[in-house]
């Protein structure tokens, strides 16, 4: 999404721009200084972050002041979002151990939950971090515009793209295929998904990657104001902004409006069982209720956080669409403003990516069973394990029994 807003407003900068010829490559013109490589040398051609093109250089006696929203929404993000990729991490890694367990794993929930933990996690790896490192890291240290060189190199900037395209898909369509398969299961029972979870996922993610791979293939190395960005061609911008365009909606509105109905039914037809039956829920084993109420909690968490991102960033993106560099100069303040709602925004978001593990621990007893089990087992075995050693060490005569039980 921030790809397609950073393009849509530099383009329809140029339009605006009489001044400016059309973007070309041009080998024979160096920008910025005669010293630049061979490989850098370009002619009104790239497509710069929207925080960069923003940060243009404007008129020496023009002083302005950047509003406090914008400072404390830009240090929320720098500052707050290593936080959250911590516990993210840690959380879901938590997760999948545990939906991986002996115990777990044979459910096709858990089949799901273990994906969307390992999606959650490359999505912290290669979006959140990388989002930071270009926007946050560079605010708390400049010399870190080093590292972002590298990062934004032909090779890096495709991989690192198509990675970060392909785990926000399957995050998000985990959700929506996992709220598909607790509708069945609570809904039509003899319709169940029961056993397929696992071709589901595997094809998910073949068509996720066919889908996403127009980002890395539409996008190169450039050099902006002297600095290497790694964007989308700008000899294809109408092709980017076309797919750009589709991609966002299918990672907002369109999981938004299936996993809403989908839940309001599935909690329809519960309250109507609970309504008819005397004994709450009695047709429906224990486990997958809660499985169906870890559901309604990560989708409910999805929306929440999701939702003020998305329209904030829909707000930005279409005054971009109008916007030329004169109204900026009239309009700082107000957009600006918006820009540090964004930050804020943008931090509230990522959380999603770092709450399930809590989620899963509140509203699924199982879950925390296992969570329990599995820790409980990790610390006998390394008491065990130390125990070990130190007969061995010391030679004492349990040193036969200590490995039979360490082996048991």
Known sequence: MDDLFNSSFFHSYLNKMNSLPPCILDDSMPLNNSNSSSESRLSNCSTPAFDDFLDFDLPSNFEYQKPSVYIIGLNLFSYFTPFILVIGLIGNGLSLAVFTSKNMRKMSASSYLAALSAADICT????????????????????????????NRDGPCQVFLFLSYIS???????????????????????????????????????????????????SSEYIARGRITCSSNPMYSFESFVL????????????????????????????????????????TTKIRLE??????????????????????????????????????????????????????????????????????????????NELALMLRFKQRKNRIYKSHIRSSRFGSSNHSGTIATYMA
């Not at 926000?168 to 069945?184: A, D, K, L, P, Y």
């Not at 309001?264 to 008819?276: D, E, G, Q, S, V």
């Not at 960033?313 to 600006?336: C, E, G, T, V």
């Open 291 to 368: 499985f169906t109420l870890i559901l309604l909690a990560i989708s409910f968490f999805f929306i929440a956080f999701n939702l003020p991102y998305s329209a904030v960033w829909f707000k930005n993106f279409m005054s971009s669409r109008f916007l030329s560099m004169d109204a900026y100069n009239f309009n700082h303040k107000d957009i600006d403003y918006w820009r540090g709602v964004l930050h804020v925004t943008r931090t509230v978001f990522y959380m999603n990516y770092c709450v399930n593990f809590f989620l899963y621990s509140i509203t699924g007893a199982y879950f925390r």
């Open 168 to 218: 926000r898909v399957m995050s998000t369509w985990i959700i929506v295929v996992f709220t598909i398969e607790r509708f069945t299961g609570v809904c039509y029972p003899l319709k169940s998904f029961k056993g397929k979870s696992k071709k589901i996922l595997i094809g998910m993610l073949i068509i996720g990657s066919i889908l996403v791979l127009y980002k890395p293939i539409l």
């Open 124 to 151: 912290l790896t290669f979006y959140v971090f990388i989002e930071w490192l270009r926007r946050g890291l560079v605010h708390i240290n400049p010399d870190a515009e080093i590292l972002l060189n590298v990062l």
């Open 244 to 283: 750009d365009s589709i991609f966002a909606l299918l990672i907002t509105l369109v999981p938004f409006i299936v996993i809403t109905i989908l839940n309001i039914m599935i909690m329809r037809t519960l309250f109507l069982r609970n309504h008819r039956h005397s004994e709450l829920f009695a047709e």
